[in-house]
């Protein structure tokens, strides 16, 4: 905070002890940008209007490409990334981002800190901390501050972190000298694309959504189309085959994460042991991790799939209760789960 003060009129210093703080607080990489009207916000508006978004109604509250209409007199936009580890060779039934405590919290907590620090630098101006759930291009302004590129998987890539990063932003009313914006350096690699179980990549840089398991497991609280269970696996929530795929960020991989630890709870959980919690008490197990946001009902129906996937007939007596289930989708999965369960055993 001090450091801060002294260089307040000294515009490099000043980003450079900015940054230090930003580091100490516990994030990976900051960049900063202006707060001026960001690109691409016709190419989401294209994206929506044939269809690729799906039920993403959410992503239709706008506009999402003006930091300034979420802070008025915003002339800079402060883009936080926080690395976490990706999972290892094999699939979990958690996804790696998941894993962990809900990084909405966590990365808010941060930023805040670092709001209280700018403010008391300047008393007279105002921030506002932005963490996944404003409208805001999050990724095209992590390419402006210079953090990443948006990738063929559609995901931010950090040359040196690859895509395992999630993103919080810091608008303030006062002005700091912008980072240069990072460029594209995929190239000709097309890793993301052939790794899609789904083809949910067919067009680069464009994610079909209704083609995606991370959609259909997490966003969409409904039925998983049966052309897409078996590429489901035994996922529960979510999917990392894309950005597991990208070559960038290899050597941090596996290494701890300063602000976004992995919870061993889910990292290890077995397909058994979450439908166990889910029932015990979804509130308690998962509320304070990204598995809240599919709420009980969306875990148990794409529990009810993996379950079916993984083929393990021990476990038609925990789905058997489900196939008569109030809830129309999780009675049909369970059904088909039960199905796939009792062939096992006559194969």
Same mark, same amino acid.
């Given at each position: 905070?001090?450091?801060?003060?002294?260089?307040?009129?000294?515009?490099?210093?000043?980003?450079?002890?900015?940054?230090?703080? &930003?580091?100490?607080?516990?994030?990976?990489?900051?960049?900063?940008?202006?707060?001026?009207?960001?690109?691409?916000?016709?190419?989401?508006? @294209?994206? !929506?209007?044939?269809?690729?978004?799906?039920?993403?109604?959410?992503?239709?509250?706008?506009?999402?490409?003006?930091?300034?209409? !979420?802070? %008025?007199?915003?002339?800079?936009?402060?883009?936080?990334?926080?690395?976490?580890?990706?999972?290892?060779?094999?699939?979990?039934?958690?996804?790696?981002?998941?894993?962990?405590?809900?990084?909405?919290?966590?990365?808010? %907590?941060?930023?805040?800190?670092?709001?209280?620090?700018?403010? &008391?630098?300047?008393?007279?101006? =105002?921030?506002?901390?932005?963490?996944?759930?404003?409208?805001?291009?999050?990724?095209?302004?992590? @390419?402006?501050?210079?953090?990443?590129? /948006?990738?063929?998987?559609?995901? !931010?890539?950090?040359?040196?972190?690859?895509?395992?990063?999630?993103?919080?932003?810091?608008?303030?009313?006062?002005? /700091?000298?912008?980072?240069?914006?990072?460029?594209?350096?995929?190239?000709? *690699?097309? =890793?993301?694309?052939?790794?899609?179980?789904?083809?949910?990549?067919?067009?680069? #840089?464009?994610?079909?959504?209704?083609? *995606? !398991?991370? #959609? #259909?497991?997490?966003?969409?609280?409904?039925?998983?189309?049966?052309?897409?269970?078996?590429?489901?696996?035994?996922?529960?929530?979510?999917?990392?085959? *894309? /950005?597991? &795929? *990208?070559?960038?960020?290899?050597?941090? &991989?596996?290494?701890?994460?300063?602000?976004?630890?992995?919870?061993?709870?889910?990292?290890?959980?077995?397909?058994?042991?979450?439908?166990?919690?889910?029932?015990?008490?979804?509130?308690?197990?998962?509320?304070?991790?990204?598995?809240?946001?599919?709420?009980?009902?969306?875990?148990?129906?794409?529990?009810?799939?993996?379950?079916?996937?993984?083929?393990?007939?021990?476990?038609?007596? =925990?789905?058997?209760?489900?196939?008569?289930?109030?809830?129309?989708?999780?009675?049909?999965?369970?059904?088909?789960?039960?199905?796939?369960?009792?062939?096992?055993? %006559? %194969?």
């Amino acid at each position: 905070m001090h450091a801060l003060q002294e260089a307040q009129d000294r515009p490099a210093l000043f980003k450079q002890h900015l940054r230090e703080v &930003a580091l100490a607080i516990g994030f990976d990489d900051v960049g900063i940008a202006c707060a001026d009207v960001l690109p691409h916000g016709d190419f989401l508006e @294209q994206w !929506l209007g044939v269809g690729r978004g799906g039920d993403l109604a959410y992503l239709r509250h706008g506009p999402r490409d003006q930091p300034q209409a !979420l802070l %008025s007199g915003a002339r800079t936009l402060i883009v936080a990334a926080a690395r976490y580890p990706r999972s290892g060779p094999e699939h979990k039934a958690i996804a790696a981002y998941a894993q962990r405590e809900d990084y909405h919290r966590v990365l808010r %907590s941060g930023l805040d800190t670092l709001a209280e620090l700018l403010q &008391a630098v300047a008393p007279d101006s =105002r921030t506002r901390v932005l963490v996944d759930t404003a409208p805001l291009l999050e990724r095209e302004a992590a @390419q402006r501050a210079g953090l990443g590129w /948006i990738g063929k998987s559609t995901m !931010l890539v950090h040359r040196g972190l690859g895509c395992h990063t999630l993103l919080g932003e810091l608008l303030w009313t006062e002005e /700091i000298e912008p980072d240069p914006t990072e460029v594209d350096h995929c190239g000709t *690699c097309t =890793r993301c694309i052939d790794a899609c179980p789904t083809g949910a990549l067919d067009v680069p #840089y464009q994610i079909d959504a209704r083609r *995606c !398991l991370s #959609y #259909y497991s997490i966003e969409l609280h409904g039925r998983i189309p049966p052309e897409y269970r078996d590429a489901i696996g035994t996922r529960a929530f979510g999917c990392d085959d *894309c /950005i597991d &795929a *990208c070559p960038f960020g290899a050597g941090s &991989a596996s290494s701890p994460a300063a602000l976004l630890p992995t919870h061993e709870t889910l990292a290890r959980a077995s397909l058994e042991e979450l439908l166990d919690r889910a029932l015990e008490s979804f509130h308690k197990h998962f509320a304070w991790s990204p598995v809240e946001r599919t709420r009980k009902l969306g875990l148990l129906r794409a529990l009810m799939v993996a379950i079916g996937n993984h083929g393990d007939p021990a476990l038609i007596e =925990r789905v058997r209760p489900f196939a008569d289930h109030p809830d129309s989708h999780l009675r049909e999965q369970a059904r088909w789960a039960l199905t796939r369960l009792r062939g096992s055993t %006559s %194969s």
